[in-house]
């Protein structure tokens, strides 16, 4: 059974940075087209970066131009690399692939203070 792990979350101030990790394993990583999402209280859980295996990422529009996601299939982890953090940012962010496979895990919370 596949099991994602994200990490990396924190507290930044606007216009920082951070670096998110998703770490797999049960499964075979390569064979996945993984995503990032985030979500806020009360709302869905929103699509912010897919990373297919090869071929280059697609982003929301939201953050676009600021955050790079990529992947490492020998290390079995994706990142989301987030510059210029806004306020807007704050979030739980969780990582899966497309379709889904695993459940849901507990994600990590950013926080992008003003």
């Known amino acids: 059974q596949v099991h994602f792990v994200e990490s990396g979350g924190g507290l930044v101030e606007s216009g920082g940075s951070l670096t998110l990790s998703c770490a797999a394993s049960?499964?075979?990583?390569?064979?996945?087209?993984m995503a990032w999402y985030r979500q806020t209280p009360g709302k869905s859980r929103d699509l912010v970066a897919q990373?297919?295996?090869?071929?280059?990422?697609r982003y929301a529009q939201s953050v676009k131009g600021r955050f790079t996601a990529s992947r490492d299939n020998a290390k079995q982890t994706m990142y989301l690399q987030m510059n210029s953090l806004e306020p807007e940012d704050t979030a739980v962010y969780y990582c899966n692939s497309i379709p889904q496979v695993a459940s849901w895990g507990q994600g990590t919370q950013v926080i992008v203070s003003s």
């Open positions: 990373v297919p295996n090869g071929g280059d990422a």
């Open positions: 049960g499964s075979d990583f390569s064979l996945y087209v």
